[in-house]
């Protein structure tokens, strides 16, 4: 069971590093899988919290992903980063008493120009012009302009990778916000 | 973010994966490293006149072998360590037998010496200088080695830091025998020690704060 997860994940990531997306995508959703099992074990008291590590895991194992050996284990390789993250999550809940908030609230308040447009594109702009930068203009470009990656990379000068993570970070950042956590 | 956004965003325009960057990083953090150290010790510290006289000696290359070999086991300790869920239990020996080596060495050398002698051939001529020289000559390294791990993904940040800062210690010494003059064994299982120790020091004090990804 353990040895046919190790090995059909692996040929998918092995295709999906070779540039396949649609092999790529199956391994992060195989993956994500995998990781809401591990987490949900370590957290039971943290349910609110799994599936934001889930989305950090996944987006830390493809920001690393040129760190894996070939033939090295990728289920421990995946661990390791899983753990890592786990144990920042521990420290930072140590700190803060609770982590981030979900990012679906973040989601939320970008759907919401459908119901009052001029209003809450205000106050949108008002919160995203408290971001940095760099995690600002990946959502303007990316979530609200519709822009896909490699042009907002292209129209900012970042790297594709750099574009990714901020739009992650800066929707958690601004799910935040919303909160009045941060 | 739902998880499948998220998914699919990152699965978007992944351009094939380099499988040589972690050999490529600690490449150019070497070669930059030791490059730097090398140009310091030219210009600060000049090389010592006799060096070619030197370069055929045994004893000369015994001295070489302590940074080298330190190199070596760091290097591969920390291209291990760059890497999640890498063992790297057959690494310690390369990162302590040069020592224990030396350390062998300097006793021999010690109880060879006569009583009234041994204090001075620990401290050799330059005893003052030689640790702080070998800890400004690693700035260099330690700067382009933390850049290479800071583009990697070590899990355990002390350690990683603690190696990367040994890695650059051993550059530097390397370095810094084109310009010392001290060719007494057990002089180097103190004073380069010494000196190599300090960048590894403060890698560990530094590992967790500049390496968290």
């Known amino acids: 069971m353990l040895k046919r997860r190790e090995s059909r994940l692996l040929d998918l990531f092995t295709v999906g590093l070779a540039g396949d997306e649609a092999t790529y995508a199956r391994f992060l959703t195989e993956l994500a899988t995998m990781l809401r099992g591990y987490f949900r074990h370590r957290l039971p008291q943290q349910a609110g919290d799994v599936e934001d590590l889930v989305q950090e895991v996944l987006l830390a194992v493809h920001n690393a992903r040129h760190t894996y050996l070939p033939g090295q284990p990728l289920t421990a390789w995946v661990y390791a980063i899983a753990r890592y993250k786990l144990a920042d999550h521990f420290r930072a809940y140590a700190r803060h008493g609770a982590l981030s908030e979900p990012l679906d609230a973040a989601q939320d308040v ?13 106050d949108l702009n008002l919160l995203l012009d408290q971001l940095p930068d760099r995690q600002r203009l990946p959502i303007v470009h990316v979530k609200l302009e519709g822009l896909s990656v490699s042009e907002a990379a292209q129209m900012t000068g970042m790297s594709e990778s750099a574009v ?6 800066g929707l958690k950042a601004l799910a935040a916000k919303i909160r009045g956590t941060r | 973010m739902k998880t499948d956004d998220l998914i699919s965003m990152l ?4 351009p094939p994966v380099d499988r040589h960057v972690v050999s490529r990083r600690f490449g150019i953090a070497v070669a930059t490293g030791a490059a730097l150290a090398i140009l310091l010790v030219a210009m600060t510290l000049h090389v010592r006149a006799d060096l070619a006289d030197v370069a055929v000696t045994p004893l000369f290359w015994a001295k070489v072998a302590l940074p080298l070999s330190l190199l070596l086991g760091a290097l591969w300790m920390a291209t291990r360590l760059a890497r999640p869920g890498m063992p790297i239990g057959a690494c310690w020996p390369g990162v302590t037998a040069p020592f224990a080596a030396v350390w062998l060495g300097a006793l ?10 041994r204090a001075a051939a620990v401290l050799g001529q330059t005893w003052r200088v030689c640790p702080f020289n070998i800890a400004v000559l690693s700035v260099p390294a330690f700067i382009a080695v933390f850049w290479a791990l800071r583009g990697l993904a070590p899990t355990r940040l002390r350690l990683a830091g603690a190696v990367g800062g040994l890695l650059s210690g051993a550059v530097a010494t390397l370095a810094y025998c084109l310009h010392c003059p001290e060719m007494g064994v057990a002089f180097w299982g103190v004073w380069y020690v010494l000196g190599m120790l300090v960048p590894t020091a403060i890698g560990a004090m530094l590992g967790p704060r500049l390496l968290r990804w």
Do not use: M, N, W
């Open chain 1, 110 to 122: 970008l759907a919401a120009p459908d119901l009052e447009p001029a209003q809450a594109k205000r």
């Open chain 2, 11 to 14: 699965a978007t325009g992944v």
């Open chain 1, 164 to 169: 990714k993570v901020g739009v992650h970070r």
């Open chain 2, 108 to 117: 021999y050398v010690i109880t060879q010496t006569p009583a009234g002698e």
